[in-house]
């Protein structure tokens, strides 16, 4: 267990850049790489990714690994899981953290039984236990209703980490690091998947994850008409239109304006949420949201306790009149 | 086509919010009382993928469940909604395991099962969301995993998955046997109609323990754990919502609109 050292993160790369989400790892890998007294290290794998081991340096990384190969062009377990298991193998980190992303999701866990190990997913704090060293991992559970914190004994220690919860570093293009080659040395007679087309259904407008502002709708919305005036609102306000479950699997919404434990995070300063009762799965997605806003017309619903201001009311009366009047309000 | 899905009983995670509570001295959930329990719900659509594979190309689905106190109304509802069989894995030293004792045990039994071409789970069990078991079964098994799956079809030894990605979806074409997690794109679960809720209260299921998978008994439940939960606790939500009301909509709209525009929101 000892032979393990250093703190490793996965940094994903999204259409040639170096995620978000690998910029909050590398900022929250850089405490617990100093509280072990340790170094810490990136490691980015794809298909021309080499560009990107500067920046990755800025952003908090001593040591930059990079898997470059045409076949890494997009993610696939049966060629991420190997490339993996050889960069952990030969570098030996005693931590190794992902980002809870569709990526990362799929990659930890196959890893982590890969090698023997075990993998805490979707945490929202990391922490060096100061006595036994080891990585205090907590994570939300039962939708969000409870958080536990986890521990174990194998290394390497493999976490993934929930969006936006950990602050990246402020990038010092001065830093220094070492970029260190590996070879995929994968087989392509092995692989038994094939990716046969990506498929983006990118919503028009300010991307949820950036959104400043969020109009979000749920059940009580009752059909895809209503979310045109959500739309008519977030508009208005330079914002996005965000949506419940429900409201997505209605179909009133795409897939991809799904906010939750199984959608996206979100962090707006403004979280309207509307006809949306509050489940701890849809407020895992949004309690970071600096200001949650409530309408419902149940005065009991839970939303109310994660709201900072309420209406209790049908937002069919309620929405058009507050539309009107932040209308009244941007035009003066 | 033969199919094998994993289903979890879990606690209804859809019960209020304030019906939940943990036991801070054993680490525990205390079930909701008078709230059932359920089949996980991706763990349905697991079900409702393997269903709709039957009803095109033909073939067999067998349900899968690990656990204690497995309550039959509950584990049977995969026959109701139309599986063919039911296998639980019901004893006490497969409790309190976490995902790589559950793994085990589980890709233990998918052995004994043995003829088998798609392996389906849920993206994730709907009590400590982690979404782990099914690449496990997956990497002991050594078959392919495509995980996220919100559309499956099957054909020539190949099935063709649409596999949720950041920003859309991709498609994928695996070679069988592979195991695929569903997540709730693919739609909703079918109901049970009362034949299939007649014919699964006749069937029995096959109940098998730790010796008749040949499990090692130190790699499943407490005794095979990895991981140690070392604290469980419930995060206070300070409740400081000040709900604004007023003569009609628009006195209200205008006082919310006041209110964030004092706080700089808008
Ligand atoms: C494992 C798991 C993961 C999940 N992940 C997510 C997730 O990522 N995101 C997510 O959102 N959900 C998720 N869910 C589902 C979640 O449990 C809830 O079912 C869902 O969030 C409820 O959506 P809702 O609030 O829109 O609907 P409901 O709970 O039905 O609430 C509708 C609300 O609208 C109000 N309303 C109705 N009519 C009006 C009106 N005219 N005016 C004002 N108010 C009105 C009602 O009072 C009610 O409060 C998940 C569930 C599970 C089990
Ligand atoms: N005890 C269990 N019995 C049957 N299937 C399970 C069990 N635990 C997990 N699974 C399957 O594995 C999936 C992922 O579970 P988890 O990794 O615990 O989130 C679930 O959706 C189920 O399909």
């Known amino acids: 267990m000892s032979d393990y050292k250093g703190v490793m993160i996965y940094g994903e790369v999204t259409e040639g850049k170096l995620s978000s989400i690998a910029k909050e790892l590398l900022g929250c890998g850089r405490k617990i790489a100093s509280d072990l007294g340790q170094q810490l290290s990136a490691v980015l794998v794809g298909s021309g990714v080499g560009g990107l081991a500067q920046e990755t340096i800025a952003s908090g990384a001593d040591k930059v690994y990079i898997v470059d190969n045409p076949l890494l062009k997009d993610y696939q377990t049966e060629t991420y899981v190997p490339v993996m298991e050889k960069v952990v193998k030969q570098v030996m980190p005693q931590v190794v953290l992902l980002g809870q992303t569709t990526i990362g999701r799929d990659l930890a866990p196959r890893l982590s039984f890969r090698l023997g190990t075990a993998a805490t997913m979707d945490c929202v704090a990391l922490a060096i236990d100061p006595a036994s060293k080891r990585l ?23 976490a993934t980490v929930r969006a936006k919860v950990m602050s990246p570093m402020e990038p010092d293009a001065s830093r220094k690091g070492e970029v260190i080659t590996i070879d995929a040395s994968l087989d392509p007679s092995t692989i038994k998947t094939k990716v046969l087309q990506q498929v983006k259904e990118e919503v028009t407008g300010i991307k949820l994850e950036d959104a400043a502002v969020i109009v979000s709708g749920g059940r009580g919305i009752g059909g895809a008409e ?72 149940d005065p009991e619903a839970n939303i109310f306790k994660a709201a900072r201001y309420g209406i209790v009311g049908d937002w069919k009366q309620v929405l058009p009149a507050f539309t009107k009047k932040v209308k009244e309000l941007l035009a003066k | 086509m033969n199919m094998i899905v994993c289903c979890k009983q879990v606690i209804d995670p859809e019960a209020p919010p304030a019906s939940f509570k943990v036991d801070s001295s054993t680490n525990k959930v205390v079930p909701p009382p008078g709230v059932p329990p359920v089949i996980s719900p991706f763990d349905e659509q697991a079900i409702e993928a393997a269903l709709r594979i039957k009803d095109a190309k033909g073939g067999k689905v067998t349900a899968l469940s690990l656990g204690t106190k497995l309550l039959r109304d509950v584990v049977k509802k995969p026959l109701s909604m139309g599986a063919d069989e039911l296998v639980l894995l019901e004893d006490d030293a497969f409790a309190d395991g976490d995902s790589w004792s559950t793994a085990y045990a589980l890709a233990m039994a998918i052995k004994k099962i043995g003829d088998y071409d798609i392996i389906f789970c849920g993206r994730q069990a709907a009590d400590w969301d982690t979404g782990q078991v099914g690449s496990g079964i997956a990497e002991i098994l050594g078959i392919p995993s495509l995980t996220l799956a919100k559309k499956i079809e099957v054909g ?75 604290k469980l606790f419930q995060p206070v939500i300070e409740s400081k919502c000040e709900i604004i009301g007023g003569d009609n909509p628009e006195d209200v709209a205008a006082k919310l609109v006041l209110k964030l525009r004092e706080a700089k929101i808008i």
């Open chain 1, 136 to 158: 205090l991992q907590t994570k939300p559970v039962f939708g969000g209703n409870a958080q536990a914190i986890f521990t174990y004994d194998s290394d390497p220690q493999i």
């Open chain 1, 226 to 297: 209503g979310f045109k005036q959500l739309a008519e609102l977030a508009e208005v306000l330079k914002g996005a239109v965000g949506a419940s479950r429900p409201a997505c699997d209605s179909g009133w919404m795409p897939e991809t304006a799904q906010v939750g434990l199984t959608g996206k995070i979100v962090t707006p300063n403004f979280y309207l949420a509307v006809g949306i009762s509050g489940s701890s799965q849809h407020l895992a997605g949004c309690s970071n949201a600096k200001t949650i806003v409530a309408i419902n017309k």
């Open chain 2, 156 to 230: 020539d030894g190949k099935a063709r998955v649409e596999r949720l990605t950041a920003d859309g979806y991709e498609v994928v074409e695996v070679n069988l046997p592979a195991l695929i997690t569903v997540t709730n794109e693919l739609g909703e679960a079918r109901y049970p109609t009362i034949k299939g809720i007649m014919a699964a209260k006749r069937k029995e299921p096959v109940v098998w323990k730790p010796a008749d998978i040949g499990a090692d008994t130190a790699k499943i439940g407490t005794a095979g754990r990895r991981t140690k939960v070392i």
